[in-house]
């Protein structure tokens, strides 16, 4: 590996100016997402030369096969049995209540059980999304063999007083989970609105007020978010932003489609040069370069989204694409650590087939500003993953306690670790997911298709690999994100 970055590392400079020289000049881009109207057209694949169809055949077969899990039975039970087993699992009390003289001791709230539907699973958001899991595995698995206690699950948390006791809450807390845990329950409504169960209907009726209710905020919220967060944890905008607009399309919802519509070109259109770089932070659990390209691909149209994305992606050759490759500490795993070696080695022999003259001066585009590299403003990684709101009059005290946030509080430096490793495994499987949903995306007959659709495979068979290593800090919600990866991949 030591080889591989000295001879990429001399080249980084050099093979980003020529990125930007010739992605502009062959798209005939003068400014940043202003094109001609061809690009709302269909979009078609490059035109490349031999060499660089060579490269990236070359680079997509360095890429290693591995073996992909199947979606069957046996996965389903894997991926409904962690649901069920923290759903009713009561978030800790928070850790860190001391002041300088004065201890704040915090009591249960009393029925919690009958008046509360997201107690369990470590933190709010991580209840939501396990109730999603079980609700899709359930509607793929109709026989499923634990279906009578899914059920019975579903029928506790989705229960007309439990539901009323979160929409009571939220009529006082504005800001609480805003946007990730209200995303998520827009794409729980969704499904549960889509299902042809005799008891879903009963159960989304119950859930309706407080989508509602989270629809209607993030319409009158999103013409007043001025800058996105781009970081790569809970407050990530355009993770959010896509799956609230998977459900409002589904959903019919068009007032909120609408004003999706109208804020994602507006903060992320001008984005180019993605400071891949950056990611992942220490404990992050998304990749804002690819949740920002899955996006945009849902909001622009195809001939926009090829031009837009040339311009923001490193070439899957490149060395600046090298960190999407590489989303869990392979260091505990020997065949995940080969995995790893093979795409660096990869991707190291396709730079050395570039033509040196072919890669021209360097341009402006690569003169930034050091703490920004790219067109993207620089976010560097943090610790804790959850930002301050943009509005603190709306309720700076309510922005969700993360799994980092509660074991920093208490000192428990173990506790910390176990955390923040359960975000990079998880990382493997977003990754993989958004790499899927790219490809999907991509002009066809682009060969950059195979290269995602290879590297979300590898993404995806080190997650499953490392799924179980962080204990409960891990199983309580990276089950819901390897179901999304599976349900990500094409159909044969």
Same mark, same amino acid.
């Given at each position: 590996?030591?080889?591989?970055k000295r001879?990429?590392? %001399? ?15 062959? +798209? ?5 997402g ?5 690009a709302e057209? &269909? ?7 031999? !060499?660089?169809?060579?490269?990236i ?12 899990r ?7 039970l ?8 923290? +759903? ?6 928070p850790?860190?209540r001391?002041t300088?003289?004065?201890?704040i001791?915090?009591a249960r709230r009393? @029925?919690?059980?009958?008046n ?10 991580s ?15 109709? !026989?499923l063999?634990v279906a ?6 579903? %029928?506790?948390?989705l ?6 006791g979160?929409?009571?809450?939220? $009529?006082?807390s ?11 329950v827009?794409k729980l ?6 299902w ?11 859930? $309706? ?13 999103l013409p007043?978010?001025q800058?996105?967060?781009?970081? @790569?944890a809970?407050? %990530?905008t355009a ?8 459900? !409002?399309?589904?959903m019919?919802d068009v007032?909120?489609?609408?004003a ?6 507006r ?5 180019y040069?993605c ?35 040339? $311009?923001f992606?490193?070439?899957v ?13 392979a260091?505990v795993?020997?065949?995940a650590?080969e995995?790893?070696?093979a795409?660096e080695?990869?991707?190291?022999e ?6 040196p ?7 402006d585009?690569v003169? $930034?500003?050091?703490t920004?590299?790219g ?21 700076a ?16 430096e173990a +506790? ?6 359960s ?5 493997a499987f977003?990754?993989a ?6 490809a &999907?995306?991509?002009p ?19 997650g ?10 891990g199983s ?8 999304k990866?599976?349900l990500?991949?094409?159909h044969?």
């Amino acid at each position: 590996m030591q080889t591989t970055k000295r001879v990429t590392r %001399n080249r980084i400079l050099v093979l980003l100016a020529a990125f930007a020289c010739v992605s502009c000049d062959a +798209l005939g881009i003068d400014s940043l997402g202003a094109n001609d109207d061809s690009a709302e057209g &269909a979009a078609e694949a490059p035109v490349l030369t031999t !060499a660089e169809a060579r490269t990236i055949a070359g680079f997509v077969n360095g890429i290693p096969a591995v073996d992909t899990r199947d979606f069957d039975l046996e996965t389903a039970l894997t991926l409904v049995a962690m649901p069920l087993s923290c +759903l009713d699992r009561p978030h800790a009390a928070p850790r860190d209540r001391s002041t300088y003289l004065d201890e704040i001791v915090a009591a249960r709230r009393p @029925g919690y059980e009958r008046n509360r539907s997201f107690y369990g699973c470590w933190d709010w958001h991580s209840a939501v999304n396990s109730i999603w899991t079980m609700v899709k595995i359930y509607k793929e698995f109709p !026989a499923l063999p634990v279906a009578g206690l899914v059920r019975e699950k579903l %029928n506790d948390h989705l229960s007309a007083g439990a539901l009323q006791g979160e929409l009571e809450f939220f $009529q006082e807390s504005t800001t609480f989970e805003r946007p990730y845990g209200w995303a998520w329950v827009l794409k729980l409504y969704a499904e549960l609105r889509t299902w042809d169960h005799p008891e879903a209907a009963r159960w989304a009726d119950n859930l $309706q007020p407080l989508a509602t209710l989270f629809s209607g905020r993030m319409v009158a919220y999103l013409p007043r978010l001025q800058r996105p967060s781009r970081r @790569g944890a809970h407050s %990530n905008t355009a993770f959010s932003l896509t799956m609230m607009l998977d459900y !409002a399309r589904v959903m019919e919802d068009v007032t909120l489609q609408e004003a999706i519509l109208e804020a994602a070109p507006r903060l992320f259109a001008d984005d180019y040069n993605c400071p891949t770089a950056y990611e992942p932070g220490g404990s992050d659990f998304l990749s804002p370069c690819l949740e920002e390209a899955v996006l945009m691909a849902e909001v622009l149209g195809p001939g926009a989204f090829a031009a837009w994305f040339d $311009q923001f992606m490193p070439p899957v050759t490149s060395r600046e694409f090298l960190p999407l490759t590489t989303p869990v500490d392979a260091s505990v795993d020997d065949d995940a650590a080969e995995a790893v070696e093979a795409v660096e080695a990869a991707s190291a022999e396709a730079e050395e087939t570039m033509s040196p003259a072919a890669v021209g001066p360097e341009s402006d585009a690569v003169e $930034q500003d050091a703490t920004a590299p790219g067109g993207v403003p620089a976010e560097p990684p943090e610790e804790t993953p959850v930002e301050a709101p943009a509005e603190a009059e709306e309720g700076a005290g309510d922005e969700p306690a993360t799994e980092e946030q509660g074991s920093q509080g208490s000192g428990d430096e173990a +506790l910390r670790r176990l955390a923040s490793r359960s975000h990079l495994i998880g990382l493997a499987f977003i990754r993989a997911a958004a790499m899927n949903r790219i490809a &999907a995306a991509l002009p066809p007959g682009d060969p950059r298709i195979n290269a995602y659709h290879k590297l979300a495979a590898l993404h995806g068979s080190m997650g499953f690999a490392a799924m179980f290593d962080a204990d409960y800090a891990g199983s309580h919600w990276i089950g819901t994100f390897a179901l999304k990866y599976l349900l990500s991949r094409p159909h044969d």
